[in-house]
Nanobody
Framework: QVQMVESGGGLVQPGGSLRLSCAASGSIFSINYMGWSRQAPEKEREFVASISNIGIYTRYADSVKGRFTISRDNAKNTIYLQMNSLKPEDTAVYYC?????????WGQGTQVTVSS
């Protein structure tokens, strides 16, 4: 089992910044990936960004490239999503995901609202 704890969501004005965190604990595989997806009201969940623990390979959705940065602290099994230049269309519940070996876990989600 892997437990995920997310934090950092909230309300921010357009153009503002937020940083999300997600800590994984439990049965962590030596090779794993972590990332973020989001789901806006009445829309399907979509990929945002991911990062590996070996080589620190990152991948981003086109809609967030240049504005969001994903990073991780392997010692803490924690990832971060620095979100800059936020837009109203970034409003969604952001879900942390961990996957390694045959396992795949999702966090509970944290609300991000971009509004003036």
């Amino acid at each position: 089992q892997v437990q995920m704890v997310e934090s950092g969501g909230g309300l921010v004005q357009p153009g503002g910044s937020l940083r999300l965190s997600c800590a994984a604990s439990g049965s962590i595989f030596s090779i794993n990936y972590m990332g973020w997806s989001r789901q806006a009201p009445e829309k399907e969940r979509e990929f945002v960004a991911s990062i590996s623990n070996i080589g620190i390979y990152t991948r981003y959705a086109d809609s967030v490239k240049g504005r969001f940065t994903i990073s991780r602290d392997n010692a803490k099994n924690t990832i971060y999503l620095q979100m800059n230049s936020l837009k109203p269309e970034d409003t969604a519940v952001y879900y942390c995901r961990y996957w390694g070996g045959p396992t795949d876990y999702w966090g509970q989600g944290t609300q991000v609202t971009v509004s003036s």
